[in-house]
């Protein structure tokens, strides 16, 4: 498996959020309309909004092309950030369906535990 990195565009002290690639993701399954991807993700049209244009800043492109403030188009870059983001969104959707597997199989939460042991 190979693992990339997000490199974090220059002077940006945001880090990209895993809301923001759901967000990106529900814009295009929704013919770019915010709105409407505001109503599936049961939030806010300026929250959707916001969360985009914050993504776009950190990442230092745009995303979608724009016709006074509505979406009109995917731009290549756009093109290339959609595809990443539905792979990271199966991985998570796969990382969620293990851990679940594993509570039905063990009966219980996994836990993990830090700290010191005493040596006999």
Known sequence: M???TIEHAPGSG???????LRYLLAIVD??????????????????VSKQLKLLEEELGVQL??????SLNGITVAGQQVISRARIIMKEVDDIRAIT??????QGARPTASL????AS
């Open 14 to 20: 945001e880090t990209m959020k895993l809301q923001q």
């Open 64 to 69: 979608f092309s724009r016709r006074g403030k």
């Open 30 to 47: 929704n013919g770019l309309n915010i709105t409407a991807a505001a109503e599936r993700l049961y939030t806010s049209q300026p929250g």
């Open 115 to 118: 700290g010191q042991t005493q």
């Open 100 to 105: 679940s597997r594993l509570y039905r199989d």
């Open 2 to 4: 190979v693992y990339h």
